[in-house]
């Protein structure tokens, strides 16, 4: 059952690898189908370096189990509630990252400080609000999507915009229109908090970019009048 999305997923997996974005079990890629009726994602605790596409799991959109022998990332119902809350995105990410995840454990929105974070992410990225204790005790996993979703909806920020966000206290999600491109949007958020907090040691009073800045680089790579890359 989806075997072609099964295979891009698992090497959207073996990609955070690649990359450095995970280190021993700490990551997972997921897809939606087509059809939006299932989700592939990684099996829980698995060694990436064992990790084959027959190994993948699939879902229904209420996490029921309906291909595959291993229980699904712990992480699944975060992904399960973004698929749903935002129809747009194909592929979610999770990872733990060390300047991503350092970001979101001192509980800061990502500042877009240059050109390089204007590229992808249109404005800050934002770090949510804690969980409570009774949604961390009630369905923590499901409650990680909610509270995304919610930080979304208040602040008024477009998923397709900001493909991305920091889980107070936990880590980074990323979101993209395909496996690659939402790893590419985990790759890239890695780099910008990298540089955010170098930034912040050269200039302690650094000011985010000038929005005519953000701007120009945002929408040159994105939307109607896009003008970079090839055709």
């Known amino acids: 059952m989806l075997e072609e999305l099964k295979q891009e ?5 073996l990609k955070l690898v690649d990359y450095g974005l995970v280190i021993l079990t700490w990551g997972n890629v997921s897809a939606i189908s087509e059809d939006r009726k299932y989700v592939v994602i990684k099996p829980s605790g698995v060694d990436y370096s064992k990790m084959t596409a027959d190994q993948m799991v699939v879902t229904d959109l209420d996490g029921n189990i309906v291909d595959g022998s291993l229980r699904p990332s712990s992480d699944l119902m975060t992904h399960l509630e973004l698929y749903k809350a935002f129809p747009d995105v194909k592929s979610v990410v999770h990872t733990h990252s060390t300047h991503a995840t ?6 800061r929105d990502l500042p877009c400080y240059g050109t390089t974070h204007a590229d992808t992410f249109y404005g800050s990225v934002p770090c949510t609000r804690h969980l409570t204790p009774e949604e961390v005790d009630e369905a923590y996993e499901k409650n990680t999507g909610k509270v995304i979703i919610e930080t979304f909806s208040e602040r008024k920020i477009d998923p397709s915009a900001v493909p991305g966000v920091l889980v107070r206290k936990h880590g980074p999600f990323t979101w993209g229109s395909s496996c690659k491109k939402a790893v590419e949007h985990s790759v890239i958020l890695e780099e910008t908090a990298k540089m955010a907090l170098l930034t912040e040691q050269y200039n302690p009073k650094a000011e985010p970019a000038p929005q005519s800045l953000q701007d120009k680089h945002y929408f040159r790579k994105h939307g109607a009048n896009a003008y970079y890359g090839q055709k």
């Open 102 to 107: 350092a970001m979101a454990q001192s509980e």
């Open 9 to 13: 997923v698992c090497k959207a997996n």
